[in-house]
């Protein structure tokens, strides 16, 4: 006998062991797997809406059926792809920028106001 999952359940469970922690306030790990969770679920519904925008555009209507076996061909894979790169990387702009910055760090202010007041 099969016993069928409680997939919703089973999503809410919690991991074994700790959680991993990047930062000092877990506030703030917490804050950011909610937006990296939120990211990924419009990320899959934009994915879903390309079918659903193909499907109507080649067919004309869709049925449910079309769009759970709809399979992308080469282009349409590489403009997903492309749409999809664009995306992350507006999303991770702002990691992305403090990334820069910590590899980078721009000079002090008060180095800024000695060189500015001997020239």
């Known amino acids: 006998m099969t016993q069928e999952i409680d997939w919703i359940a089973r999503s809410g469970a919690r991991a074994k062991g700790g959680r991993p922690a990047f930062f000092d306030e ?26 659903v925008e193909r499907l109507l555009e ?41 990334v820069e910055a910590m590899e980078n760090p721009d000079p002090p202010v008060t180095d800024w106001v000695e060189r500015l007041s001997k020239g």
């Not at 969770?37 to 990320?43: G, K, V």
């Not at 004309?60 to 059926?65: A, N, P, Q």
């Open 58 to 98: 080649s067919q004309g209507s869709i049925s449910r059926d079309a769009i759970e076996n709809f399979r992308p061909d080469m282009d349409a894979g590489e403009e997903r792809g492309i749409a999809m790169r664009a995306y992350i990387a507006r999303v991770m702009r702002g990691f992305q920028q403090e």
């Open 26 to 51: 877990m506030a703030v790990d917490r804050l950011y797997s909610l937006a990296l969770s939120l990211t990924a679920e419009l990320a899959a519904t934009r994915e879903r809406l390309d079918t």
